[in-house]
């Protein structure tokens, strides 16, 4: 029993064999019946044919009693002639050997210890009938199929011949044909046993693959691939454990990335957040101790104390914007409008910061430029940082030039610079949160939080658009990005 609860292969041999077994024994019950049937119905038309045509030679008066015994022996029946009264005239075949000329033997077959004939069906005979019957023959004393048809003579019914086939010879031909059924179902049988094999095989080799997959899925094991090639359910089965394990293997990326994404966030704000910090405390304890003697010292301890806690409080404050726009918690509403005011205003406002370093910060928008959508406040925060960004990494007496033009049914907005550019294997780790290209020089000379970029690419994201750079080493660095034409 172990084997039917744990094997598919003996589940479906059972299941086949014994579905070949009932459907062998319910069909062959049934036509056995149909056919048995039939085969009755054959052998009384044969008999009948039989019967006519020896009750025509017997009215012709062209039979004898020698004829009669030659047809018996030859049919292997007994034929039975017997007068209008029902008393037997020839009996010949099958054992018996009764002639006319025995009248002290005349033997009635009406009520003959229970014969099968009765006065009525005699009357029928007489009268132009035929009658059919099986059972036992008293006078025979066999089991026999009769056929009784009136012998006419000279335009009158003179008699009746009975013509009678042995059942056991009927039922010795029905029995080959069961044992052909016999041998046929234990043939189905058989086939099934192989059949079964063959296809509990073809189904369990799959399953068992899928379930040595699913417990290497189970181990950590993403690599390993069921390979089915029918179209069927195990086939769609199969697919879905190896898309499965596709997405748990992508899952697993996922969270390992996110957490390296963490940990690099964590160490990223813990780096930022130490130096100012540290500089902040170093400050105060010049205050603290009156290290500054004089107004000057401690006007500069002062002010790098102010100068630090605005650089805490600008990452802070990039941190918590950066993390509403990741969560989704910062609904950005798009809606058209014309980006050349947005733009100007930008450069307008870090046109300070620009004279201060001596740089030339110019503006040109395209007169083809169409109205975008996008979001006006979001658009200048974009601005503002990358515009901020270029003059940060842009030398003394150096350039930075905005343009907008339209490209294929979006506004391309370039912000150019002419600093020293980004190395190519930085370029696709610009965008990350805290990474700095220079980080000896990033602060020295005003650098940022380290999230503008990261900011910035999320921010157009959020608007439908697209970011990107274009850099060569020493030739300056043109960021870009898409927004949507109204």
Known sequence: MNLFRKSIVAKLW?????????????????????????????????????????????????????????????????????????????????????????????????????????????????GGGTISYKGTSQ??????????????????????????????????????????????????????????????????????????????????????????????????????????????????????????????????????MRTPLTIIQGYAEVLQDNVAESEEDRRECVDGIVEEAGRLKRLVHDLLDLRRIESGQESIELYPFDATPVLQRSVDKMKSLAERKGINLSLEVSERLPGILANQDRLEQ??????????????????????????????RINVTDSGPGIPEPEQDLIWEKFYKVDKSRARSEGGGTGLGLAIVKRLVEKMGGSVGLESVPGRGVTFHFTLKLN
């Open 139 to 272: 006078v025979i004393n066999q089991e026999v199929l009769s056929v009784a048809v009136p012998v006419e003579a000279g335009g009158s019914v003179t008699g009746a011949l009975i013509v009678s086939h042995s059942m056991s010879v009927i039922e010795g031909e029905m029995s080959a044909f069961q044992k052909v059924f016999l041998n046929v179902g234990i043939g189905g049988i058989l086939l099934a046993t192989f059949l079964s094999f063959l296809f509990s095989r073809s189904l369990s080799r799959p399953l068992i693959r899928m379930n040595r997959a699913a417990q290497a899925l189970a181990r950590g094991d993403f690599s390993r691939r069921v390979t089915v090639k029918s179209g069927d359910e195990i086939g769609v089965l199969a697919n879905s454990l190896n898309a499965l394990s596709d997405q748990l293997q992508e899952k697993i990326f996922v969270l390992e990335r996110l957490d390296q994404i963490r940990k690099d966030f964590v160490a990223g704000v813990s780096h930022e």
């Open 382 to 411: 974009v601005m503002i940082n990358l515009i901020e960004n270029a003059i940060r990494y842009t030398p003394l007496g150096g350039k930075v030039y905005v343009e907008a033009i339209p490209v294929n049914g979006f506004a």
């Open 14 to 126: 059972l299941t086949m064999v014994l579905l070949v077994l009932i459907i062998t024994w319910i069909t062959g019950m049934v036509q056995s019946n149909i056919i048995k049937g039939i085969y009755y119905r054959q052998q009384i038309d044969h008999i009948s044919r039989q019967a006519y045509d020896i009750a025509g030679a017997i009215g012709s008066g062209n039979s004898s009693p020698e004829m009669i015994s030659v047809l018996s022996g030859l049919t292997n029946t007994n034929i039975m002639l017997v007068d209008r009264r029902g008393f037997i005239e020839e009996c010949r075949g099958m054992g018996m050997n009764i002639g006319s000329g025995e009248a002290s033997q005349r033997i009635s077959i009406l009520g003959h210890h229970g014969d099968l004939m009765s006065r009525e069906d005699l009357e029928r005979v007489l």
